[in-house]
Every structure is written in structure tokens, then in C-alpha cells.
């Protein structure tokens, strides 16, 4: 069962993170949910730093290594995205 939002969990959040009852954060914004990804990436090893950047739609590199990398990595992506 999952734990209800609270006015202590409100009370008690700090820097606008909000925590359940067990204390792990609940995710409250978009940007919450790309940190969870990029750390679930990261622990499970699921695909190279270069593929989880270019999900985030983060750029990768110095500009001078973007202009000959130009692939979007769908290929590598899709499985990663299906998962």
C-alpha cells in the first residue's frame, strides 16, 4: 500500500523534495524523473554514458566532437526506452 501524501510529509520536505513515510523521495517534478532514470542507467548498466545523455537530450562532448558525431543513436536507444 502506498503511502498518502501528508501534511507532516509537506511540513517536513526539504528543498521542495517530498518523503514517504519510509523516507524515500517521491518524485515531484519532470527533472525528478530524469535523475531517476540516469541513476537507474547508471546502477543497472543498461547502456553506455553516451546513449543515457542522448535520451536526456543532454549534448555529449566538445562541439568540435558533435560535429562528426552526428548519429542520434536510435538504434542503441530503442532497447533502453523498451525496457
Aim: proline share 2%; hydrophobic share 35%.
Amino acid at each position: 500500500m502506498k503511502n498518502k501524501l501528508t501534511a507532516t510529509a509537506i511540513k517536513n520536505s526539504k528543498e521542495g523534495r517530498l518523503y514517504d513515510g519510509g523516507g524515500l523521495m517521491m518524485i515531484n517534478r519532470p527533472h525528478g524523473f530524469r535523475t531517476a532514470f540516469r541513476t537507474w542507467v547508471q546502477d543497472n548498466d543498461v547502456c553506455s554514458f553516451e546513449v543515457a545523455e542522448t535520451i536526456l537530450n543532454h549534448k555529449v562532448g566538445s562541439t568540435v566532437e558533435r560535429s562528426y558525431a552526428r548519429s542520434d543513436l536510435r538504434d542503441r536507444r530503442a532497447p533502453v526506452m523498451e525496457a
